[in-house]
């Protein structure tokens, strides 16, 4: 190809063509009149025309549309200024693709200085255009992205002065940016949580460690907020770090829910710990998870052996079908269920527990755990029993007493010819009768001394003026037996007052009575002698004293009872086995 109509080249034709079609990006020159005189070959290689074609191509044809006006007003410009100018925009290659282009035309004047036209050089820019592009639509959206987020962003230099702060930020510290951009982080940070933010910070400079950590900013109005702030070192291309990037979280609602729940955790810690209660959580295979220091006092053992043990470990088999019966009430109808429960003590002991229990659901309602909550009523149901024993006892007693009462008024009065005789002897059977009440009401109606027995039976006839010598152990007998001894002795010692030893002032008494054996069974031998009274008469027939001695003591004693009326004196002899609680 030859210039034509032109003026020369600055160097030799050939020389020049040689070092353009060489060159690895366009090269052309064009006249005043901008026709180009010369193109080189990477100038028709990305056309993918001739040479001649390339000389007479119209570039605003492979022009991007949305760069054309600009680049077509650039280049009318660039021309007209008469200096070198720069054009940059996107080319349609031969190969269809669009190409970033960054083309240079400076002036071309000849020997005398005058502009003849212009030299132009294009690189191709494609791919660092593109990136450029990249990188600040990434900017683009990571800064819509700070802006946009619900989370605050602050970015601080390396003596914590801030030096970036998003909206959201500035409305969870409560400051505006004008005012952060003038402060330093620790500023805005609560003064008990600076002396723990401090080292983080700066070690995360010193050696680039993140971390996460929650804290409180003082905010403009006094008010207190807790954030959660991840933090990281950012750093030069080079990796010199010039900042800190901290990603805020205002997490002030969930630190005052926390704050409350452990505020009710240890109200009602405080609770389970101190009730007299029993409180007691299982799982629904009844498995104990916690019970509170009054169930493990209760059974006596520490609170780590209970744990993790199933219920069954404390009761009999029938009073774990109890608790299940009742545990499947619940499954199968809600609500809550009180039962009565005999459980075990470590020491064996047996103990009625009253234990209302529920089961704890989900947010769904689904059961997944049991709780319970107890009470010891072993001492109450114990007195319960013991006072029905009582009202029963009471009754067969008074029905005793009265059939008592009942029998000697009929023996008393029966062939009583002095009703003033029958009278006295009656009042002095009851008074009998009554002393032997009150002993076995002082002992509780439990066994009672035989010697008290017969003491109380003998004071009324001389007892305190040493007329009666006793001689015996201390035997406790039952209090059926107490009253039948107490109207035997009564019987005796009226009749000795009356007709023997103690109707006359010298006359004495002795009682004596000891614990025997005979066939292999403890016995009671009891002697009442009397002396020194008058010569004893045997009676014609025997009154109700004699019989109530020899039949009503004999058959409560299930012994023999014999009277003996020698002219000494009256002597009654009691042989019968040792009576029930004095063995």
Known sequence: MSEVGHEPLPVGEDEFR?????APVAVWVTRLDRTRSFVNRAYVEFLGVSYDEALAFDWRRIIHPEDTARLLAESIAGEASMATFALEGRYRSAKGEWR?????SSPRRDAQGRHIGFIGVAHDV????????????SEAQLSAFIAQSTAGFAQVDLDGRFTLVNDRFCEIAGWSREELMAMRMLEITHPDD?????PLFDRAVAIGEPYTHEKRYIRKDGGVVWVNNSVSVIRRPDGEPFGVLAVTIDVTDRREAEARLRESETRFRTIFEQANDFLITTTLDQVITSVNPAVAAALGYPEHEIVGATIGDFMAPDQLALAMEAFEQKVREGGSTRLTVTVRARDGRPLTWEINSQLTTDAEGKPIALHAIGRDVTEAKRAETHLRLLVDELNHRVKNTLAIVQGVARQSFKDATDPAIARAA?????????????????????TVSMAQIIGDAVAPHGGKQDRFSLAGPDLPILPKTAISLALAIHELATNAVKHGALSVPEGRVAIRWARGLADGRARLSLVWEERDGPEVVTPTRRGFGTRMIERGLAAELGGQVTIEFRRAGLICTVDAPLPEGAE
């Open 18 to 22: 040689m070092i353009a079609d060489s």
């Open 100 to 104: 970033w282009l960054h083309s240079t």
């Open 126 to 137: 494609t791919e660092a255009k593109l990136a450029e592009l990249a990188l600040r639509d």
């Open 194 to 198: 600076r002396g723990r933010n401090r």
């Open 426 to 446: 009656f009042e002095g059977r009851l008074a009998a009768l009554s002393e032997a009440h009150n002993l076995l009401t002082r002992e509780h109606w439990g």
